[in-house]
């Protein structure tokens, strides 16, 4: 699992759920899908109760020079305490 440290909160994009993050694997092969839902299942693993699962980008900049990253992170008391990188370029 990657993780990027410290993760700048202007990152965040939007508050989701580990139910729409596995919704959003269906159309990928089983296998891809298998290993996307096992990735982000373990990830969301760590929350605690009141924690929050929020999908993160890197701006549109870091994109157009092919550095760019996005995936989840949890948010304790409006803090990243952990992120898990889903993709990049």
């Known amino acids: ?11 965040l994009v939007r508050k989701t759920s580990l139910n729409e993050m596995v919704e959003g694997f269906r159309d990928l092969p089983n296998s891809a ?7 982000v299942t373990q990830f969301a693993s760590k929350a605690a109760s009141t924690d929050e699962l929020w999908t993160f980008s890197s701006p549109k900049e870091s994109w157009e020079r092919k550095c760019g990253s996005s995936g989840l992170a949890l948010l ?7 992120s898990h990188l889903l993709a990049m370029n």
Request: hydrophobic letters at 45%; charged letters at 35%.
């Open 33 to 39: 899908r298998a290993e996307a839902i096992r990735a």
């Open 1 to 11: 699992m990657t993780e990027i440290r410290n993760l700048p909160n202007d990152w």
């Open 76 to 82: 304790r008391d409006g803090k990243i305490v952990a």
